[in-house]
């Protein structure tokens, strides 16, 4: 099987050159701009498919296409510094390009439904266009700086989409404050690019795994610490950032200012899962740094304090916002304990589940209409039993509660119980990895809780705003707002991801071609590296060879048979451990919300010191606001101000003026005497002499004429007579 | 009566009347008169060598370009000097002595 | 004797016409006088059996330039640009006796240079038995299409650039 640069570009560039063509025609042509918007992401779509059924089916596992070519090459003496671009695609990227392009169409079609009405309807999808093409190029991207490069852009669309209502109040803050806060992470991933650099002299992943091997970063300081730590620490801060993670997960929630199919791709998909990607694929890196117990720890905290606010959220998509920081923090605990495969998984499964999760609540909050403030509803306080009133929005969404809340044959289950059991895996040979598995587990009752009890706020009970609800339209089924729903609600089904429930073989359901998963997905392993060349950018096809037969998934992963039982035991206490919480949570959040059994208000009136804290967020946007930003960031200003105008203007610009104004006049002196006149004089001989030329040059055509027939006429008698 | 020096001085009494009118008229336009004048004594040459000398066809030939040319010449010509009349409102060649307008 | 009355008639009308071109006051009357040129030079083509070359010397310039011509003198106001828009008296625009006497010593000095080349000519000139008559279309069309190609598509380019330019030219601008 053969590849060339065609199958590989279109997936981006059909996007970008929607992009282009629609950032002209959006105005006069709206709904053609639409159509080109949808059409072009459903052809990249195809492409991605291609691909991606290519990967699982017909090529082995460690099948991949890596081309490049130079970018520029600034090379000197015995000083290399040149820069290739290309792409590399191996499983991992296939698999997601799949999921970006496929989430990605549904988001689109469903946002012809959403946005339909609005003023800036073909604006949207202009945006839309260029973010799904930033991060089509992101996954395929084969080396650190090309994916910053597209981390940038994607970050523009993330602020231009979330001041997208920017009459409303608190957007524009709301899009800056996102941008801020990305951009600390941003910063320090430049750093850590430039750190790999140093000792790398590339910043192509497969460089990067190669120098892993050698043993390059070994024996290296900088700062006090290893350079591999710092490095490895650098780039997790760029997650950090990207992924909102613990220190700088404060913009997400504000996020929610964007209209909700934005929400959906890029704040829950897509965008956010970027940094988790990049995590990945710099694996070895934080392996080799030694950082995977603070990532883990990171991760863990995360989940269970974005888990805990989410108890306490009023309004839904803020609801769904702290769920997604929350999923996003076990993916990082993922990546920490060392459980590659699942925490990509989760990050597929979680895109699916939390896409239509956003959809569904934009389907809901599209729906309730205050006719008395002509505005859209997303308060849950003011819904209540609208399971009546659109049942196949409700459908959709109960699946992907399921999915998220970790119910047994749903996908979220499939994937964050491998997380948790890693993580379990892990406190058994090391008793500190006991707080992040403590804390994971934690977060998937509350997970389980404030996600039910959404669900039973908005979809059951008595309508609480009966003026509201007797307002709403009964749902009918609609091509572009019900069918994106019922293609993802269909795959939050866990059977899609894994043919068992723990993948250690555990309640098997179905053969082991529905592992692909499993087999697919595997740490780099950096010592195979070494040995590979890079392929040529060229636009007729190269076969990459390696089309050997695919293995069978070994569930024993090479474990002697003690160790495999060791793992077998200890994922299916996992298991069943995560089964008990989750029915729990449910159960819990069943007899609050529910059957209001138990009054919630107790709970509010105990703890009343954690609610209050719960709902300002543990006042950590305060604490930016009054410590980082006005006693720090305030105090520096005023110190570097002080530098620029007192030290910097005052002598060193000043004096340098002063300076040049001596000069000048010197300057103006030699030049009035000397070269001017000098000039002058020259000026003046050509005038002399012009006067003679002046009246032969009258401009008078027939002048002309008559000279150039007397000197022909001489030439005529000079040569032939 | 039909000869070469027949046709070659009616030729050449073409040619000074093109050559007078080009010297001795201020019109733009008689101008262009006296240069169509030239061209078709130049093509009347061709046509006449053609058929006394050189006994072949090609001389038509280039006299048809002769008349091509002249005919975008004349196009192009009377499209300038209807543009210098819209700026200078005259036709006079010795108000045409500078470039610009 | 058909032969000899044709060509004494076109070359008459070919001189006369000439001639008054050179010497009327009427800017009309010498585009008039230009047009009697023209047919005179249309005839001789025909005595010397150019028949293609005098259909298109009718064509192209009795029926075009003269016309575009005349159009061009009635849009610059025809004879009367005596006046300058200042309302001051300039030289008169069809010549004047300063004007003919430059011409007149010009085209002495070049009409003697052109005779003393073709008293030179035509003392070695021997005329050879000459061919019959017979159409020249065919043979024209062929060696357009053939040996004269290029020629024949760059005049055509010339032509397109010729239309275009004169229309970008003359076009009327505001201001």
Known sequence: MDYTIWNVAPIVLLPFFAFVINAFIVKRFTSLAVLISCGSILGSFFFAAKIFFDFINKFSENYYIHKTFTWFDLSYANMPFKMDMGIYIDNMTATMLFMVTGVAFLIHVFSTYYMKEDKRYGRFFVYLSLFTSAMLALVLSENLISVFIFWELMGFCSYSLIGFYYEKEGAGNASMKAFMTTRVGDVFFLFGIIAIWSVVGSVSFVDIYAAIAAGKFSGLLALGLPLATLAAICVFLGTVGKSAQFPLQVWLPDAMFGPTPCSALIHAATMVAAGVYLSLRCYPLMEVGEITYAISIIGGITAFGAATIALVQTDIKAVLAYSTISQLGYMVLGVGVGSYNAAFMHLITHAVFKACLFLSAGSVIHSLHDHHTHAHVQEMPRMGGLRHKMPYTFLAMLCCTFAIAGIPFFSGFVSKDRILGDALLMATHSKWYWIPTILGFAGAFLTAFYMFRMMFLTFFGEPRDKDLYDHTKKEKISWNRNIPLLILSVFTLGLFYAGSLTGQGFAKVAGERYEWFQTLITKPVVSEFSSRTKQAFSFSSTPSGLNFEKSQYDSSHGLSEKEAHHVHTVHHIGALVSIVIAFSGVFLAAMMYLWRKWNPGFWVNTFSGWYRALQNKYYMDDLYIKVLIQKGLLKLNNVLAFIDMGIYDRYIVDGTAFMNRVFFTVAKTTDDVIVDGSVDLTGKSVKAFNVILRTIQSGKIQVYFIMIILVLTGYIWKLSL | MVSLSSYLFISFALFISGLAVMIARKNIIAILLGIELILNSAALNFAAYARFVNQNIDGHLMSLFIIVIAAAEAAVGLAIVIRFFQIKETIHIDDATQLQA | ?175
Do not use: W
């Not at chain 3, 016409?17 to 083509?45: D, E, I, P, Q, R």
């Not at chain 3, 300058?84 to 010593?105: C, D, P, Q, R, W």
């Open chain 3, 1 to 175: 004797m058909f032969e000899n009355f044709l060509f004494l008639s076109s070359a008459l009308l070919t001189l006369a016409g000439a001639l008054g071109v050179v010497f009327t006051k009427n800017l009309m009357h010498a585009c008039v006088l230009l047009l009697a040129t023209l047919f005179g030079v249309s005839g001789l083509y025909a005595v010397i059996g150019a028949d293609f070359l005098a259909a298109s010397q009718l064509v192209v310039y009795a029926g075009g330039v003269i016309i575009l011509m005349l159009f061009a003198v009635m849009l610059t106001g025809g004879t009367a640009d005596n006046d300058n828009k200042f309302g001051i008296e300039k030289v008169a625009a069809m010549g004047s006796v300063k004007t003919y006497i430059y011409a007149g010593l010009t085209v002495l000095v070049m009409s003697f240079t052109i005779l003393k080349i073709l008293a030179n000519y035509m003392r070695t000139f021997e005329p050879g038995k000459l061919a019959p008559f017979e159409s020249t279309v065919e043979e024209i069309g062929t060696l357009l299409v053939t040996d004269h190609v290029l020629a024949f598509e760059i005049s055509s380019i010339l032509l397109l650039g010729a239309l275009v330019g004169a229309a970008a030219i003359a076009r009327p601008r505001k201001g």
